[in-house]
Structure formats: structure tokens, C-alpha cells
């Protein structure tokens, strides 16, 4: 596996020299249809499959939703608010990632969870969409704690930036703190330390949504590399999109 990583950082690099020679203006289309991306797949993951002008009218102000449509461009634009906030707290450096932080994403998520305190949930629910094995809700505090303790120790710290987001996913998700929203804000963790560190997010694909199901329900080996898979496809997107892009400019000078 240590072997796929370096060859990760090697594309990434290659993306950043990529980016520096670029027009502003492509990175940020890149970034605003990788959004569009995050926000398909992982509803997918959730079992929500979205269109396209679903997804653009719930996060576009300059479109007026349909009214009877409200609750699910609702979710939408919630999620597209804790995909911001991920961004905003990546790019400050001086903000820890910690358990605080877990809470705050879901209280974007949940919103009418704030005035109660966000509690975490107080039963095992009977019906839900992953069927790992989760904390019993007494377990709750103190695996949230060690999720804390974990995250603060020097040898995870030494972990590659990828191995590390992956594994901080799966940890969540086996304490499974809300009812709903878990799967979600685990996803979000994971791309916040990811983008802290100067890689992009990981989109676990549709397709691939049995294989994830499948590797929350084994152990940790198998997250780590599919998050390294989701993140070179982000890299590999990123720098065949700004290759056709350049050349069309190009063409476009030369013709």
C-alpha cells in the first residue's frame, strides 16, 4: 500500500505544477463541478440518487425551487453548507480537528439538533442504511473520547495524510455517534484532513457503494485503500480536465 501512496504523491504534485500554470478561473470550474460530484455520490452512498438540476437548483440562489420540492433541496443545501465549512476549516491551519469539530459539522447537517445540545443518540436504531457493528449508546462518550486520544497521538500524526483521513472515517463510523447524518459527517472528517494536508477530497463512487458497505463491515485495511483510489481518480479528473481545457484554448488562438 505504501507503494500506491507514493505514487499518489507523485501525481498530486504533478497536479499542483498543473494548477500554478493555469488560469484561475479553471481551477475554480474544476472545484465547482467536483462539488457537484461530492454532493451526487454521497448522496448515492446514502441511497438518494440526485440529478443533475436537482442538485444545481437546490445550491443555485439564482434559481426558485419548486415549493413541494423544499425538503429535499433542503438536505442538499445543508450538505453543501458543511462542505464549505470543511473548506474554510482546512485552509485555517490554526483550527484543531477534533471532536468539537465532528460536532460542529453535524450540527450543519442537523440544525434542529442545536437548541437540545447535539446529543448523541440514546438508542440502536432498528432500521438504517449501514449494517456494521456500531457503539451501544452508553459507549458512545468515552469512544468519542479515544477518537480524541487517537487523533492526538504523535504515531497517527506520523501516518500518510491519506491512511490517516481513512482511518479516522472508520473509527467514527464504528461509534456511529447520530442516528442519522454519521455516514455523512464521517465522509466530511475525512475530506476536511484531507484538504488540510493538500490533497483533494475523497468521492466514494456510487459504484462502489457495496464495496464500502462491505469494508465498514471488515476491518480497517480495506478503507485505506479505497480512499486512496477516490483520491487519485480526484487527481486524475483534475489534470485531464485542465489538459482538454488548455488545449481548447489552443485551438481556439490557433484557429
Known amino acids: 500500500?505504501?507503494?500506491?501512496?507514493?505514487?499518489?504523491?507523485?501525481?498530486?504534485?504533478?497536479?499542483?505544477?498543473?494548477?500554478?500554470?493555469?488560469?484561475?478561473?479553471?481551477?475554480?470550474?474544476?472545484?465547482?463541478?467536483?462539488?457537484?460530484?461530492?454532493?451526487?455520490?454521497?448522496?448515492?452512498?446514502?441511497?438518494v440518487v440526485l440529478a443533475y438540476s436537482e442538485i444545481k437548483a437546490a445550491i443555485d440562489k439564482n434559481i426558485i425551487s419548486d415549493v413541494s420540492l423544499i425538503p429535499s433541496y433542503l438536505e442538499i443545501k445543508q450538505f453543501k453548507a458543511a462542505m464549505d465549512m470543511t473548506a474554510e476549516h482546512a485552509a485555517n491551519k490554526k483550527k484543531?480537528?477534533?471532536?468539537?469539530?465532528?460536532?460542529k459539522l453535524y450540527s450543519v447537517l442537523a440544525p434542529d439538533e442545536v437548541p437540545k445540545g447535539i446529543p448523541y443518540r440514546k438508542e440502536n436504531p432498528l432500521h438504517r442504511l449501514y449494517y456494521h457493528e456500531i457503539s451501544s449508546p452508553d459507549k458512545i462518550p468515552p469512544r468519542m473520547k479515544k477518537l480524541q486520544e487517537w487523533m492526538d497521538e504523535e504515531s497517527t500524526k506520523r501516518l500518510h495524510p491519506v491512511e490517516r483521513a481513512a482511518r479516522a472515517h472508520y473509527r467514527l463510523m464504528g461509534v456511529f455517534p447520530w442516528t442519522n447524518h454519521t455516514g455523512r459527517v464521517a465522509r466530511l472528517l475525512s475530506n476536511l484532513m484531507l484538504l488540510r494536508d493538500g490533497y483533494p477530497p475523497a468521492i466514494v463512487h456510487s459504484i462502489d457503494r457495496q464495496r464500502y458497505y462491505e469494508v465498514l463491515r471488515a476491518e480497517t485495511a480495506g478503507i485505506v485503500p479505497l480512499y486512496a483510489e477516490a483520491v487519485a481518480t480526484a487527481v486524475e479528473t483534475a489534470c485531464k480536465f485542465y489538459d482538454e481545457a488548455t488545449a481548447s484554448v489552443a485551438r481556439s488562438r490557433a484557429s
Open 1 to 47: 500500500m505504501d507503494g500506491r501512496l507514493d505514487e499518489l504523491d507523485v501525481q498530486l504534485h504533478a497536479l499542483r505544477e498543473r494548477e500554478a500554470r493555469i488560469p484561475q478561473a479553471l481551477v475554480l470550474e474544476f472545484n465547482r463541478r467536483l462539488d457537484f460530484s461530492c454532493i451526487y455520490h454521497d448522496s448515492a452512498l446514502e441511497g
Open 96 to 103: 484543531p480537528i477534533n471532536v468539537e469539530t465532528i460536532r
